[in-house]
């Protein structure tokens, strides 16, 4: 087994996954979002020979300790791209319906935002990209570098409920029309600069950074989609756990369990009796949270919210 102390993220709400998940040792199960394996590392020690872990990331990153930590455990696959095509990549392996368990750990991981090379924190600077996938797409900077400043401000208001918006993509505007805006630390001063209030034990940043990182990885998209796939790809009896970090976030989870659990309803002047149509989940226990001692060892833990529903027959 590899040494843990070498791989120091801190998995969140680790117990509470797997006893979410229920690992059957001869089971297959899939991380929908490998980060750097904290939690896949404790599906494994679950499985036997037979057990079966598939793991998705876009990260190259994350390819690359995958590849360090558990290449040689002919249970584990590693197949690097977004969790969009998750029901593509299971059907590829014959195990559409016969998925025990999905896993998915949403957001930013604590090694990604710990690099400021890749440009997602404002505690270091460095260059402005927040791609979870650099090799794709475009970076933080380039978009905020040519976003009309309208579209700038809706974002800041929808995707980080920011609500000095106008003010901060008007600031950003004007900004980037001396110079470019090219690393993290001048974006953050800028946005710190035009918002006139401080949420307590936040950085006046935080909001916008998380927007803007929205966009850039098309995280709410990517989410909606790959939600209908995880009720094609489950075995009857199977679980599906999501973490989510922020509200947007687990408001799509928590909208779609409930709407997979309670079905269509038949409309009350049809003379139809029975139950709703399209059940396809039970919702299991209440969210969790973590606790006091998990927040106090990885402060990062403090705003998981961890959702479970399980695969109707």
């Avoid at 490998?34 to 020690?45: K, M, P, S, T």
């Avoid at 300790?65 to 977004?82: I, K, L, M, N, Y």
């Avoid at 933080?140 to 809706?154: N, S, T």
């Avoid at 949420?199 to 098309?218: C, L, M, S, W, Y």
Wanted: aromatic residues 6%.
């Amino acid at each position: 087994m590899t040494d843990q102390r070498e791989w120091p993220h801190r998995p969140v709400l680790l117990a509470e996954v797997l006893a979410a998940l229920a690992v059957q040792p001869n089971g297959y199960y899939v991380d929908g979002a490998f980060g750097r394996g904290g939690h896949a590392a404790a599906i494994l020690e679950q499985l036997g020979s037979e057990g079966r872990l598939l793991a998705l990331d876009r990260d190259p990153a994350a390819e690359e300790c995958a590849t360090a930590r558990f290449g040689d455990d002919r249970r584990f696959t590693f197949v690097r791209q977004p969790f969009s095509r998750l029901a593509e990549t299971v059907a590829e392996r014959d195990w559409t319906g016969r998925v025990n368990g999905l896993l998915f750990d949403l957001g930013v991981s604590s090694p990604q935002l710990d690099d400021p090379a890749r440009g997602f924190s404002f505690g270091r600077d460095g260059p402005l990209d927040m791609r979870m996938d650099p090799t794709a797409g475009f970076s933080a900077a380039e978009w905020l570098a040519q976003v009309a400043e309208v579209e700038l401000a809706r974002a800041l208001a929808e995707f980080g409920e920011e609500r000095f918006h106008r003010r901060v993509a008007r600031a950003i505007v004007a900004a980037r029309q001396q110079e470019p805006i090219m690393t993290t630390a001048r974006l953050a001063d800028i946005v710190a600069a035009a918002v006139p209030t401080r949420e307590p034990g936040k950085h006046p940043a935080t909001r916008a950074f998380q927007a803007i990182r929205i966009v850039v990885n098309d995280e709410l998209s990517e989410l909606s989609v790959v939600l209908p796939q995880a009720v094609q790809i489950l075995a009857p009896g199977g679980r599906l756990a999501v973490i989510s970090f922020h509200s947007l976030e687990d408001r799509l989870v928590k909208q779609f369990m409930r709407e997979q659990a309670h079905g269509r309803e038949w409309p009350l002047d049809l003379p139809v009796m029975g139950a709703p149509e399209g059940m396809t989940l039970r919702l299991i226990g209440q969210p969790v949270r973590p606790g006091a001692a998990e927040v106090a060892a990885n402060p990062r833990a403090r705003s998981a919210f961890l959702r479970v529903a399980e695969r109707l027959t």
